[in-house]
């Protein structure tokens, strides 16, 4: 990544020093220099405060950061503890079960269901391995697809211990991000448009995206944002009351600050939650296993 980098610093010099502006050599290299920081440097030269829009891309990419870093923190633990027990499983129903398979067939007599069922699914996974793995693997990149968004992107807003914290941290981003643009300069439907490219869930980013079209003719930025029905009330009534005051900026700074603060306190109210939950997730599986393997004993 420094590496990377460094490249293209040097090649935006180069750009720079033979009269390009600032903005397009950046625009040049998109996976190192993200949409927003291109449009706030754009703004800031057009302006003439090319410092402040720096301090300002500056605060926002680290608050983000921040937020970012909260969220993939509370998803590590369990998923990479369901990713163990699912590898467990997997190994015990391929490797254990099947040692135990011939004594159980010795005791000729009705295997408990449970037992039947390990067993046939221990089967299962050995008679049709190649079948299950490439479903596996299409369903892995079937996430980046866009039935694959819409699908794992509606499971977020549905799951109860996913759905706070996604609509929390989305209304942090949007609120964050808005602001800064607008406080840069950057027009609001440009600004909208570019908000919806750095939404992770994409029915937020089709919100935002209708939310551009109806501001195009003439509509309030916070009438889109309550009809589609993703967004808290406080972030579309705090608007409209910003839209109607003409302080939208400082109404999104203050949304911004509110939402960091609701992510923080719902990330850690997720991992208190999960982490009795998972415990019981494994408990069963464990134990499960256990019991198909001891009540023919």
């Known amino acids: 990544e420094n590496k990377r980098l460094q490249d293209a610093l040097k090649e935006v010099r180069i750009s720079v020093e033979k009269g390009e502006t600032l903005a397009d050599s950046m625009a040049e290299h998109p996976k190192v220099f993200p949409g927003i920081m291109v449009n706030m440097v754009a703004a800031g030269e057009a302006s003439g405060s090319l410092e402040t ?20 923190k509370a998803m590590i633990y369990p998923i990479a503890v369901c990713v163990v027990a699912i590898i467990v499983t997997v190994v015990m129903l391929v490797k254990v079960i099947p040692s135990y398979e011939d004594m159980f067939t010795q005791l000729d007599t009705e295997l408990p269901w449970i037992t039947q069922f390990y067993v046939n699914l221990s089967h299962g996974i050995i008679n049709y391995w190649f079948i299950i793995v490439p479903i596996i693997i299409v369903i892995v990149f079937g996430i980046k697809t866009y039935a694959g968004k819409h699908f794992f992107g509606k499971i977020a807003l549905k799951l109860p211990l996913l759905k706070t914290l996604t609509i929390k941290s989305a209304s942090s981003m949007m609120a964050r991000t808005l602001s800064t643009l607008m406080g840069a300069g950057v027009p609001l439907i440009e600004a909208v448009d570019i908000v919806s490219n750095v939404m992770t869930n994409i029915y937020f980013k089709e919100a935002l995206e209708d939310a551009r079209e109806e501001i195009t003719i003439g509509m309030p930025l916070s009438r889109p944002l309550q009809e589609s029905g993703l967004f808290p009330p406080m972030v579309y009534q705090m608007i409209r009351i910003g839209e109607e005051s003409g302080n939208t900026e400082a109404m999104l700074d203050k949304l911004a600050d509110y939402y960091d603060e609701e992510v ?9 939650a999960m982490e009795p939950i998972i415990i019981v997730v494994l408990a069963v599986v464990v134990g499960g296993l256990i019991a198909a393997c001891m009540m023919p004993m």
Do not use: G, I, P, W
């Open 53 to 72: 829009a720096m301090d300002r891309v500056a605060t926002q990419l680290e608050k983000s950061h921040k937020t970012q870093a909260m969220v993939k």
């Open 264 to 272: 923080e306190m719902e990330v850690q109210s997720l991992m208190a």
